[in-house]
């Protein structure tokens, strides 16, 4: 995103921008899109524990939403995709498909795989140790959160 605001502004003559223009711009530039995000069928109560989730995942991975529910192969996408999904289905105790629903339609056997490798990720703390820090820096995130609203 830094890029972004730098390539932006760059691309642009200084004298064209007050305050409150480079104000409004950083922060629509800012804001979190999540498009791709398909919550209908939740409740309020719901709907902000999976942002509570989303954002931990945004913030630990360096990604939004909608930039790892993409549909590539890259490590760094699948990685993040797969610990949201692991949290969605640890936490909230959704069933799969909705899971699958949130990540744009996917297919339950994909979520299967992602939580099913996340678990092997936390059995295996010996050969996955850099995937056990961002798990471990997810639920710490999630636990700060939880202990700021109650």
């Known amino acids: 995103m830094e890029k972004e605001l730098i390539k932006y502004f760059n691309d642009r003559p ?3 921008f007050a305050g409150n223009d480079v104000a409004t ?5 800012c804001e979190p899109k999540r498009k791709s995000l398909g919550m209908t069928f939740m409740g309020t109560e719901d709907r902000r524990e999976l942002i509570e989730i989303i954002e931990a ?3 630990v991975t360096g990604m939004n939403f909608d930039d790892f529910n993409v549909k590539t192969r890259t490590q760094q996408h699948v990685e993040a ?3 949201f999904m692991h949290f969605v289905y640890t936490r909230m105790r959704l069933t799969l498909k909705m899971i699958g629903e949130l990540m744009g339609g996917r297919d339950h056997s994909t979520v299967i795989h992602g939580v099913q490798l996340v678990s092997d990720w936390i059995a295996n703390k010996k050969f996955y140790t850099r995937e056990n820090k961002l798990i471990d820096d997810i ?3 999630l636990e700060r959160s939880a202990e700021t609203q109650g």
């Open 57 to 59: 995942v945004e913030i």
């Open 81 to 83: 995709r797969f610990l």
């Open 139 to 141: 639920t710490r995130h």
């Open 14 to 16: 200084y004298n064209n």
């Open 25 to 29: 711009i950083i922060s629509k530039m």
